[in-house]
């Protein structure tokens, strides 16, 4: 009996940790998902920014080859086409 009694008492242990590292994989599925939201908030900002930035520089006499365009690598860093 000691021992079926040890042993419930591991598996109740464990299942407390299983259970804590559920709810932290819970909160970080979250995260992400708000992160991704705000990321595609962004991306949908950056891409009105640059259609603005070129009408007015059409506007202004600006050819759009004389422009440099923005764009985002895979990292998610920024940089100009005329830094490639």
């Known amino acids: 009996m000691a021992v079926e009694d040890e042993l419930?008492?591991?598996?109740?242990?464990?299942?407390?940790?299983v259970d804590s590292k559920q709810k932290i994989i819970e909160a970080q599925e979250k995260r992400i998902a708000s992160l991704d939201g705000a990321n595609s908030r962004l991306m949908a900002a950056l891409?009105?920014?640059?259609?603005?930035?070129?009408?007015?520089?059409?506007?202004?006499?600006?050819?759009?080859?004389?422009?440099?365009s923005l764009q985002i690598t895979e990292n998610g860093e920024f940089r100009n086409s005329s830094n490639c």
């Open 47 to 68: 891409t009105q920014l640059k259609e603005r930035y070129a009408v007015t520089s059409q506007r202004n006499g600006l050819s759009p080859s004389n422009t440099s």
């Open 8 to 17: 419930k008492k591991d598996h109740s242990d464990m299942q407390a940790v």
